[in-house]
């Protein structure tokens, strides 16, 4: 068999996004953005979301098909996030991506989001190597996966107990009195910043709570204590330097992430450590986990920076994954599934 030609979807959030992957290759990759709508209410509204994703369907499809010089014919399957997102902006994607197969008479994968995060590495890396560890950092996930047969099996070693490091990011930056979202803005200032200026938490690390989860990841209480520090200097009449904020929660954030994936690679014999979701764009984040590994001799792959953020080529990569690994298609009348748990790749 040919390469498989794969039309990937993503509809998940406040991206619609639709890509054209055939093998390894992006042939194409056209991602529309409702963000700017959401800004001035400080977070993501999923209503006005979902009609973004509804105006913006066709238009973003019918571009990745241009942009490839290929028609739906020219395509093998169609693959689309049916979850973990958003209920209404998932519904928007699949019914999109539902109809679309029914009308090409190609088969339709419904796809896990989050597992799609770490499949795109493969278009810049090549093939996953047996006993690969992946840490997810993204908006709502922060989780480590052994990745021992992708997309066969895939097991979840550490998961967030609460706060996800972006949302950690995001309700620091609303306190500093950033736009929405937070998490850039963080970035540029820590790069000016000291990073041991100011004492945060590493959740999780310490005592009987960091021996009973070795791999699992906590930032609501780093968000607390840095919100606690920024409201006792404000009381005591103190500039709050913003710089040096940022760059200690950065560096603690980073550390955690780093140490705790070094010891999963350690504890699964893996070389290989594969990095995805849109926190990993985090510039303090890649430096750390970089270094890290080549302290471990672990090789990091973390994705070019438009591979991080949600996009139609990690929809479409998982895609060529499944058809490649002979997965049977979602049935017509899957449902979309706004928790879907990490060990689900396909429905």
């Not at 955690?256 to 350690?266: F, Q, T």
């Not at 979602?330 to 449902?335: E, G, L, R, T, V």
Request: net charge negative; glycine share 10%; charged share 20%.
């Amino acid at each position: 068999m040919s390469e498989p030609i794969v039309l990937g979807i993503e509809s998940t959030c406040d991206e619609t996004a639709a890509a054209i992957v055939q093998g390894r290759t992006l042939l194409s990759n056209v991602v529309a953005s409702s963000m700017e709508e959401h800004a001035r209410y400080g977070g993501v509204i999923p209503e006005i979301a979902s009609r973004a994703h509804a105006e913006a369907f066709v238009p973003c499809v019918s571009k990745a098909l241009a942009d490839a010089n290929m028609t739906l014919a020219d395509v093998d399957a169609v693959a689309v996030s049916a979850g973990p997102g958003l209920a209404g902006c998932l519904a928007v994607g699949v019914s999109g991506a539902k109809a679309l197969a029914w009308a090409s008479g190609k088969p339709l994968y419904g796809i896990n989001h989050v597992i799609g995060h770490i499949a795109v590495t493969q278009l810049q890396f090549g093939a996953f190597p047996p006993d690969t560890l992946a840490l997810i950092v993204s908006g709502g996930h922060t989780s480590l996966l052994h990745v021992e047969d992708m997309p066969r099996k895939i097991d979840v070693v550490g998961t967030t107990l609460d706060d996800a490091a972006g949302e950690c990011f995001d309700k620091v930056a609303r306190l500093l009195g950033f736009p929405y979202p937070g998490g850039p803005h963080i970035d540029r200032h820590a790069q000016h910043g000291d990073p041991h200026a100011i004492r945060v938490p590493q959740g999780l690390t310490q005592g009987k709570a960091g021996a009973a989860h070795p791999y699992d990841f906590s930032f609501s209480g780093v968000k607390t204590a840095v919100a606690r520090w920024v409201e006792s200097e404000q009381a005591d009449g103190r500039e709050i330097p913003v710089d040096d904020v940022c760059a200690s929660l950065a560096d603690s954030v980073a550390t955690v992430l780093a140490r705790k994936a070094m010891r999963g690679c350690e504890q699964y014999d893996s070389n290989t450590l594969i990095v995805g979701g849109g926190f990993s764009a985090n510039s303090q984040l890649r430096a750390k986990l970089l270094e890290y590994g080549e302290k471990h001799g672990v090789e990091v792959r973390i994705p070019q920076i438009k591979l991080c953020t949600d996009n139609g080529a990690m929809v479409a990569m998982l895609g060529v994954n499944l058809v490649e690994a002979g997965v049977a298609p979602s049935a017509p009348d899957f449902a979309i599934d706004s928790a879907m748990p990490l060990t689900k790749v396909s429905m």
